[in-house]
Each structure stands twice: as structure tokens, then as C-alpha cells.
């Protein structure tokens, strides 16, 4: 069965800070995606990354960057210099086995609760 | 980039009434929609999955009866809630698989409150 942690629940941090949201997933399937999605207040899904469980580069985008480590099973991404705006939930999700007529269905995590003050 | 549509955003209804949902992909199929649950302060649960001309595959102890599935279209799947009560009060939200792909993509939500 597959699982996502995400031990953060809630995290507070002053503008321009950094911070990394931590993720862990477990599965026993060899292929695999995993995805960081923003919640607003507003409540829409905010798409953040895919990364298939075959590439292990970290990832940049901007003020985003993302860690994978498979050795470890976690997924963890870090916000840089932190803006209010940035304040929502995050959730970390993972998808099964994307061969074979696999529905890529999501699992996903928790989330934390980010709250970027001023 | 791809949109998903879902309709309403929100929806208020009385105990015993019917409620549907739809999720329409604009501007790609999709086979495969997914329909989730969240309840406050909670994670998305996944309710069931929707293919296309099929029936809708449900998870664990989600009724079948309670929550109707239909995905006549590759671009529309509507969820009915049917005889709401109070306990389905909740935020839904679909998302659809592009065919072919495995690009995922939302739609923004509904908040159905049953009074």
C-alpha cells in the first residue's frame, strides 16, 4: 500500500525566510510520480511539479527547489525567501505504477499548513 | 495550459436533496477523472475513479448508491450526491488524466454544505 508523510503539520516563518517542507513516501511499485500541489484559502489545487521516480535531479524553479532523494523515500521542497503570498497548505502526493493500464491514482499526504508573516 | 472546469464552486441544499457535480476537461480528453473528498483542516481523499463508458471504480467505503459516477463524455464526469445529508457536507474536487498522458490536472473545488 502506498503512503505519504508529511510530519509537518503546520509551520510558521517570518518573510524571507527559508523553508523546507519535509515529505516521505513509501510504495513498492519501481515506477512511480510524485507531485508538490499548492491550497490557497481559495481552495483550488495549485499544480507545483511531477517527478518521475526514475529521475532523481533536484529541481529549481525560481524561488522553488526540489529534493529527491530515493535512497531515503523523500520528496522535500524548499521555499526560498518566503513571501506572504506563499501561505497555504502544501500537500506532497504520490501516483502508482504508471505502466501497464495503471489509473495513476493520488495519494496523497497530510499537508502543512504554511504561514508566511510579514 | 489545460483546464479543468468543476461546477459548482459551492452549493448550499437541503437534508433529502440531490446534488451534482461536474467536472469537464476544456480543451483535452480524459478518460480517466478522479473524484476526492476533503474535509476541513484534512487531506484529499480519493472517493472513486471514473473511466470513461464504464463504471466508476469506487474505493474502500465509499458508497456506490450514495455517490453516483457518470462519465458518458471524455470530457465531462459528474458525481450526484444523492439524498444529501449533513455528514456529506465536504469539499470535493476532480481532477482528469489527459489520455494518453499522465498529466493530472484539478479542477478548483466544490463546497457543498446540506443544512
Known amino acids: 500500500a502506498q503512503k505519504v508523510t508529511q510530519a509537518q503539520t503546520e509551520i510558521s516563518v517570518v518573510e524571507k525566510e527559508d523553508v523546507t517542507l519535509d515529505c516521505v513516501y513509501e510504495t513498492r511499485d519501481t515506477t512511480y510520480y510524485l507531485f508538490w500541489y499548492k491550497q490557497p484559502p481559495s481552495g483550488e489545487l495549485v499544480f507545483l511539479i511531477r517527478?518521475?521516480?526514475?529521475?532523481?535531479q533536484n529541481e529549481i524553479s525560481g524561488r522553488y527547489s526540489w529534493n529527491f532523494q530515493k535512497s531515503t523515500s523523500s520528496f522535500n521542497f524548499t521555499i526560498t525567501a518566503s513571501q506572504v503570498v506563499d501561505s497555504a497548505v502544501y500537500f506532497c502526493?504520490?501516483?502508482?505504477?504508471?505502466?501497464?493500464?495503471?489509473?495513476?491514482?493520488?495519494?496523497f499526504g497530510k499537508g502543512t499548513l504554511l504561514t508566511v508573516n510579514p | 495550459g489545460a483546464v479543468v472546469s468543476q461546477h459548482p464552486s459551492r452549493v448550499i441544499c437541503k437534508s433529502g436533496t440531490s446534488v451534482k457535480i461536474e467536472c469537464r476537461s476544456l480543451d483535452f480528453q480524459a478518460t480517466t477523472m478522479f473524484w476526492y473528498r476533503q474535509f476541513p483542516k484534512q487531506s484529499l481523499m480519493l472517493m472513486a475513479t471514473s473511466n470513461e463508458g464504464s463504471k466508476a471504480t469506487y474505493e474502500q467505503g465509499v458508497e456506490k448508491d450514495k455517490f453516483l459516477i457518470n462519465h458518458a463524455s471524455l470530457t465531462l464526469s459528474t458525481l450526484t450526491v444523492t439524498s444529501a445529508h449533513p455528514e456529506d457536507s465536504s469539499f470535493y474536487i476532480c481532477s482528469a488524466r489527459e489520455t494518453g498522458t499522465a498529466k493530472l490536472f484539478f479542477g478548483s473545488g466544490t463546497q457543498l454544505s446540506v443544512l
Open positions: 517527478r518521475n521516480s526514475f529521475d532523481e
Open positions: 502526493a504520490l501516483s502508482e505504477d504508471v505502466s501497464g493500464g495503471s489509473n495513476y491514482k493520488l495519494t
